[in-house]
């Protein structure tokens, strides 16, 4: 900012459209995308835009999306609005809009909100492709719930599919870790058939008690005897509660060897803001730090990097969560005091809502703390198992 040359480490590229943040779920709908409005203005508050190269995102083309979607399910996106879903109640069943639950609304924007996010996560994976950019980032993105032809939990397109596709194209092993408190069920039977692509999620799991149900230790892909897909799915069930110190242990302990074992050509890490303590909808004790610890140990393997967001329900949180980890990966340290010029500072202000500071605790005076349920011996026991896959695998 002030003219003084620093040497990059890394070739940084950040991903956006803010048309995205105008869109809205529905009234008290958990998923709420002008959290991305928060995130961008404390990033440009730290003036962590003079550190990366900044692109303005188009939508993605149908085209684009049909690489992995159902061309009729894309054309009912296409179409869909909150008046005519009634009419078209048979399609919607099937592509498991409206019913019961009201997890994928068709609100209106819907479509264009869809294709903005996926853009984005298309036009960073590209960046890495060409080899223009080292760390390509878009916190937009990381919507690992929706099918080949399925909304599911917030998820309407899939864009982390759509970038390793892109990814393949030059890489011949990509990674995909996955740090949302839910499990990334998406991507996950997306590639279940391939050894070429290894999907680990690390998640709360509870069977039908929590949501997608999915990501058992021992849902490792099809274990049929021709699948190269098996032993390629990696998953990581956690109970309520886990701390900073547990977790960084954890990530270290299994992604370690992954990473080394694998040996990807590069790496998507989904960063899901919903596995901080006082979230909204997740159910785990984490700081802004420990899941940034996540992002820098991954960096440090030195691999091309695709950052994506995904859940994240208390919005301060989220913005606080990814701005940190933008700044881990252009190497800067951040004041925990937030710059005054904050717009929409007082989201931050007061003793609910972090004082003003970058890295608040997320469970002060135990008031958001979730009861620990798990144990130091059963998570040993958990590494061991989730290992065990990798003796599978051909060198
Ligand atoms: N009911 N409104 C994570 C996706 C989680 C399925 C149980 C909905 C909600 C939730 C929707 C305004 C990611 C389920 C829940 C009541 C069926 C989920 C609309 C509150 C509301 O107030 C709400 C009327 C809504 C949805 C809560 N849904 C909480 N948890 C999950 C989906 C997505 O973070 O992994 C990636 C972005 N759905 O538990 C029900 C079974 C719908
Ligand atoms: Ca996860
Ligand atoms: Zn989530």
Wanted: glycine fraction near 10%; charged fraction near 25%; charge should be negative.
């Amino acid at each position: 900012a002030n003219g003084i040359e620093r040497p990059r480490d890394y070739v940084v590229s950040f991903h956006y459209n803010a048309k995205v943040e105008e869109h809205h779920f529905g009234r008290s709908h958990p998923m709420k995308p002008w959290r991305l409005q928060l995130t961008k203005q404390l990033i440009l508050s730290y003036g962590l835009e003079y550190a990366m190269d900044m692109y303005k995102t188009r939508m993605a083309t149908s085209d684009e999306l049909a690489l992995f979607h159902d061309r009729e399910y894309l054309d009912f996106l296409a179409e869909v609005t909150p008046t005519n879903l009634l009419e078209k109640e048979k399609a919607a069943g099937k592509f498991n809009f409206g019913g019961e639950s009201n997890d994928c609304p068709a609100f209106d924007g819907m479509w264009d909100y869809a294709r903005l996010y996926s853009g984005a996560s298309i036009h960073a994976a590209e960046r890495l492709v060409n080899g223009q950019s080292d760390i390509a980032i878009n916190w937009s993105g990381g919507l690992h719930h929706a099918g080949k032809s399925r909304a599911s939990g917030f998820c309407y397109l899939n864009d982390i599919v759509l970038a390793i596709l892109h990814l393949l194209k030059v890489h011949q092993r990509v990674l995909y870790i996955d740090i949302d408190v839910h499990h990334g069920d998406g991507v996950q039977d997306a590639f279940h058939s391939t050894d070429r692509v290894l999907t680990l999620s690390y998640h709360k799991y509870a069977g039908n008690d929590f949501f997608p149900g999915t990501g058992g230790v021992d849902e490792n892909g099809p274990a049929e005897p021709d699948n190269p897909g098996a032993r390629y799915s990696l998953n990581v069930p956690l109970e309520d509660g886990i701390d900073d110190e547990q977790y960084e242990w954890l990530f270290e302990m299994i992604t370690g060897p992954v990473i080394e074992q694998y040996n990807p050509g590069a790496i998507v890490l989904q960063c899901g803001a919903d596995s901080l303590g006082g979230d909204r909808l997740g159910k785990f004790n984490l700081n802004i730090r420990t899941h940034g610890f996540c992002v820098e140990f991954v960096k440090k393997t030195g691999r091309p990097l695709l950052l994506v967001g995904g859940g994240g329900y208390t919005p301060r949180n989220v913005a606080r969560a990814w701005c940190h980890e933008t700044a881990l990966c252009v190497g800067a340290d951040l004041i925990d005091e937030l710059p005054m010029h904050v717009p929409y500072r007082q989201a931050f202000e007061g003793e609910a809502n972090g004082d003003g500071k970058l890295y608040p605790s997320l469970h002060n005076n135990g008031v958001n703390r979730h009861v620990n349920r798990n144990n130091n011996a059963e998570l040993k026991k958990l590494v061991a198992k989730v290992l065990t896959n990798l003796r599978y695998w051909k060198g």
